[in-house]
């Protein structure tokens, strides 16, 4: 059989060695193949799982600042002479609340806006704080097959 020489320098090996050349350059191409394919996997991969989980998070901390604000509404409605304060915006004329009860009134409401914001803030920073998990379990999720002959 006539062999081809080395596709690279164009030798015929000598003898029973073989020319390393083109193996060299075999295993370069498979190196360059795996990392375009590595790159375009993870950039894929890193875009699913931190959209996937900016959704959930952003979804839970929805809930939950659902819940607080129903809470404080309920709450807030539940404040004397609350209803004539909403009727007129806060600012329910002395005939209607008298400026006694509206300065206590106000007082309460501002309890309630500082309290309800104070929580909002906890409910973010513990939703911000279950990224690593959440991340991890998307991760967890991804499954990657071999190719079949
Ligand atoms: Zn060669």
Redesign the pocket.
């Known amino acids: 059989d006539i062999h081809p020489n080395?596709a690279?320098?164009?030798?015929l090996?000598p003898g029973e060695t073989e020319?390393?050349?083109?193996s060299d350059r075999l295993q370069q191409a498979v190196e360059q193949a795996e990392h375009k394919w590595i790159d375009t996997w993870l950039t894929n991969v890193r875009e699913w799982a931190t959209n996937t989980a900016v959704a959930h998070v952003t979804n839970s901390f929805d809930s939950l600042r659902d819940r607080r604000k129903q809470e404080y509404r309920s709450h807030v409605s539940a404040l004397p002479y609350y209803p004539q304060y909403a009727h007129y915006r806060g600012q329910p004329p002395p005939h209607i609340v008298h400026p006694s009860f509206l300065s206590a009134l106000r007082q309460q409401v501002r309890i309630a806006d500082d309290q309800l914001q104070r929580l909002i803030d906890e409910d973010w920073k513990a939703c911000v704080r279950t990224y690593p998990k959440v991340l991890e379990y998307y991760y967890a999720q991804i499954d990657v097959s071999s190719p079949r002959d």
């Not at 690279?8 to 030798?11: K, L, N, P």
């Not at 020319?19 to 083109?22: K, L």
């Open positions: 080395c690279i320098c164009g030798h090996p020319c390393p050349h083109e």
